[in-house]
């Protein structure tokens, strides 16, 4: 008689072969030791060299491919009119349908040329959960960020499929208390990193933007990873089941107006970015402010071959197969962890697992930065760098000097596109869950250096205990 299998879990494979392979170093736990202390326990001043298995980042970490690598070969270095830009251009327009494009060498610096232009001092920027850059650059350009992202998405138990929706009622009420004139622009994000890597519904995204046309507020799209976005939607809401990612990555950008893009995430490639937009006034004003902080608008601080990878990364990000392996294989690393009771935001987002650091280091309070501390505990344990999503990443009030207190305390494992197996998410589950079962030995930390800006980029800590 055949045995059933309940709830059992459907096999895939990646959908490509391994041509080259970069060669890591193990270390012991005494080379771990000293690293860490001499790091100031931030795992982003540890040194490549040392880490055996990265999760610190999705940023500018994947695997290009062998079309990538073979189209850096026709790079145009032309100073202007490269022709890799006219190619880039075209396919931007082509899956993205923003008319006008302006690269840039990585996102922040999109986020800086178009804070620049849209934001005065005073104006209210609402968004679906602020993002450490994004909000700098609006503050920096006078404006203050307002969170209308749904409650749920506060709340790392609660499954809810699209926590990273906006709560049209919290935009409603900034928009009563401060008139529209005051709102330049919502801050939109796809596959909200924050939260935990969560989703925003198709459904939500239409509401939105009937409520903005009505009073007359642009959406402004972080869509730095808009196809794992787009990859949920398919699998989780009514009437898109049957659509591909790329007709559903093309219909959430028909409803913004313009877009900020890290290329180093969704679009497979080491550094590089771009600002998009409708409007052919933004879009001159941006082209000179380019000029400014970045190069000239037909390269904006790129090579001809960055932008030339760029271009093919973007048409390889919107395939079916590829998204599903690489939202698989982040799923396969938080199924492990959830069978085994590893506190972790649910449901599973897009480009990482992200560990509660509340209910998994339940005895620290959060100014003894639990995330901080847990992402040094792994690190400790078996080499595997994660990084803190908590009270550091969330910074000062710029007018109190105080803390921000952010709900989620996190520690974020993100997985690179196309650079792990299977075996080294079995490496990093067994490795947390190591520390879970001695959770309670894990330290609290003090802050000794505190940068102005980004702290969690540059700050450096000690343990209580020492």
């Not at 000293?34 to 001043?45: D, I, M, W």
């Not at 009437?239 to 559903?248: H, L, M, N, T, W």
Request: a positive charge.
């Amino acid at each position: 008689m055949a045995v059933q299998l309940k709830n059992k879990r459907p096999s895939w494979a990646e959908p490509y072969k391994i041509k080259v392979v970069e060669l890591v170093r193990m270390t012991s736990p005494e080379d771990r030791r000293k690293a860490l202390e001499a790091a100031g326990y931030n795992t982003f001043l540890l040194r490549s060299g040392q880490v055996y298995i990265d999760l610190l980042t999705d940023s500018g970490t994947s695997a290009m491919s062998d079309r990538q690598w073979a189209g850096m070969m026709l790079g145009d270095e032309a100073y202007a009119g490269s022709e890799n830009f006219y190619h880039l251009e075209a396919v931007i327009r082509k899956y993205y349908g923003y008319r006008h494009v302006i690269p840039t060498h990585q996102g922040r610096g999109a986020e800086n040329i178009i804070s620049q232009i849209l934001i005065k001092p005073g104006d209210i920027v609402p968004g679906n959960m602020y993002f450490t850059t994004t909000r700098l650059h609006q503050e920096l350009a006078g404006g203050t960020f307002a969170d209308i992202i749904i409650d749920e998405a506060h709340d790392p138990r609660s499954e809810f499929p699209f926590k990273g929706n906006v709560d049209l009622a919290k935009l409603d009420a900034l928009v009563k208390q401060h008139g529209a004139k005051k709102i330049p622009y919502v801050s939109l994000a796809t596959s909200v990193n924050m939260a935990g890597g969560q989703p925003v519904s198709m459904q939500n995204l239409k509401e939105l933007y009937r409520y903005t046309r009505k009073h007359g507020i642009r959406i402004i799209h972080d869509m730095t990873r808009v196809a794992e976005n787009a990859w949920f939607i398919k699998q989780r809401e009514k009437g898109y089941a049957k659509k591909s990612v790329a007709e559903i990555v093309r219909e959430i950008c028909s409803y913004t107006d313009g877009a900020t893009m890290s290329a180093k995430k969704d679009a497979l490639v080491n550094i590089g970015g771009f600002l998009a937009v409708n409007d052919r006034k933004i879009y001159q004003e941006a082209s000179n402010l380019v000029v400014v902080y970045e190069g000239l608008h037909t390269y904006g601080g790129l090579a001809g071959r960055d932008m030339e990878a760029i271009a093919i990364g973007i048409t390889e990000s919107v395939d079916d197969y590829h998204i599903h392996a690489r939202i698989g294989q982040v799923e396969y690393l938080g199924n492990k962890l959830r069978d085994a009771g590893v506190p972790i935001v649910l449901p599973i987002g897009g480009h990482g697992i992200f560990l509660d650091a509340r209910r998994f280091l339940p005895h620290l309070k959060q100014l003894e930065f639990p995330a901080q501390a847990l992402a040094a505990a792994i690190y400790l344990d078996s080499g595997v760098r994660s990084m803190e999503r908590g009270i550091v990443s969330a910074g000062r009030n710029k007018e109190t000097g105080d803390h921000y207190y952010p709900p989620l305390e996190l520690v974020r494992l993100t997985i690179p596109r196309r650079v792990y197996t299977q075996a080294h998410m079995d490496v990093v589950a067994e490795s947390i869950e190591r520390v879970y079962r001695r959770r309670r030995s894990v330290p609290g930390l003090k802050m000794i250096y505190e940068p102005k800006y980004l702290r969690f980029f540059q700050a450096r800590f000690k343990p209580f205990s020492k």
